[in-house]
């Protein structure tokens, strides 16, 4: 595991030992987002239970969270689209110059 503690207390998420962290954590300053992103092939998609834990992992967080379930291909993903969040992208990297948004008030973005 890789991650820049400072930039991550900086940002108000507190670090412990659960891991209960998502996959990847990405920080894009230009918006002030988090895009917590999960390999479904590593413990399932971003499902509402799923969301509601990194809901409070990242409850401290000063930056907008966006949640991100990554599949390797759209026939991995067919099979976990009845799990999938409202709220929340998925990229597929057979596709990785596309994002599908599973509704909401906006295309990608954090919500409140």
Do not use: C
């Not at 907008?64 to 929340?88: I, Q």
């Amino acid at each position: 595991m890789s991650f820049n503690e400072t930039k991550l207390k900086n940002l108000g998420v507190a670090l412990d030992n659960t891991g209960k962290f998502p996959d990847v954590i990405l920080y894009y300053p230009d918006k002030n987002w988090l895009l917590l992103v999960e390999a479904v092939t590593s413990h399932g998609p971003i499902d509402p239970k799923r969301q509601s834990e990194l809901e409070i992992i990242f409850s401290g967080s000063t930056a907008g969270l966006v949640y991100v379930t990554a599949f390797p291909d759209r026939t991995t993903m067919k099979r976990y689209l009845d799990d999938l969040s409202w709220e929340t992208e998925v990229w597929v990297a057979a596709t990785p110059t596309h994002i599908i948004h599973f509704n909401g008030k906006r295309f990608l973005g954090p919500y409140a």
